[in-house]
């Protein structure tokens, strides 16, 4: 069955610090992988996505993620954070073949606390 | 510019009642989507559409309905039938073809 573990539910930071959100998948076929921000009443903001190709990706915001598809993981991580990055962070996972957004599965989310 | 616009942003029903939440984009995508959000459970689809006039059911169907007789417009009826209508509803919208969904900036709705 396909499934995302978000294994951390909140993570406190200083600002200034490197940080890494978890995130496992399980998935019987290619997975389309994607982190999204939600900032406290706001919608999802799409951070990055990856299909294929190299394992590193970069996204907005200074971001990046790394898929390691050994460890079924595809790891947040931002090497220095800023007070604006507090918010709540979701991995996703869904088919990479066309069929539109229905059957994109989420995890439960990372709450992020930044400290001055 | 080019957007999903969710309204209204807060909502409050009494129990009992129907409540429309509306959902518009200007993306010119054929799919759209509205999930419900509750405090650690992530966020759960509730109808889909992928085309006008047609529309399918989620994981959590039960006590909602939907429209889609516009490729701009879907929008959510939360029916007396829901038990807990109390949460956080984003509508997205997405490419037939592509599985990246884009959102809206939500509608509490809270029954008081």
């Known amino acids: 069955a396909q499934s995302v573990t978000q294994p951390d539910i909140h993570i406190t930071v200083s600002e200034g610090a490197s940080l890494e959100l978890r995130c496992n998948y399980s998935?019987?076929?290619?997975?389309?992988l994607f982190w999204y921000v939600q900032s406290p009443g706001q919608g999802l903001q799409l951070l990055l996505k990856?299909?294929?190709?190299d394992t590193l990706v970069q996204g907005i915001k200074g971001f990046e993620a790394e898929f390691k598809r050994s460890q079924s993981s595809f790891n947040l991580r931002k090497p220095s954070v800023h007070w604006s990055d507090a918010a709540e962070y979701f991995c996703?996972?869904?088919?990479?073949w066309g069929t539109g957004a229905n059957n994109l599965f989420f995890g439960t989310g990372t709450r992020l606390t930044v400290i001055p | 510019d080019g957007g999903i616009t969710q309204s209204p942003k807060y909502l409050f029903r009494k129990e009992g009642q129907n409540v429309t939440l509306s959902c518009e984009q200007n993306?010119?995508?054929?799919?759209m989507y509205w999930y419900r959000q509750d405090p650690g459970q992530g966020l759960r689809l509730i109808y889909y559409s992928q085309i006008v006039n047609d529309f399918q059911k989620g994981d959590i169907a039960e006590g909602y309905s939907v429209s889609r007789e516009k490729k701009e417009s879907f929008p959510l009826t939360v029916t007396s039938a829901q038990k807990n209508p109390t949460a956080f509803y984003l509508c997205?919208?997405?490419?037939?073809?592509?599985?990246?969904?884009?959102f809206g900036q939500g509608t509490r709705l809270t029954v008081v």
């Open positions: 998935y019987g076929a290619t997975p389309y």
């Open positions: 993306l010119n995508h054929d799919a």
């Open positions: 990856y299909f294929s190709g």
């Open positions: 997205a919208s997405s490419s037939q073809v592509d599985t990246e969904a884009f």
């Open positions: 996703a996972v869904g088919p990479s």
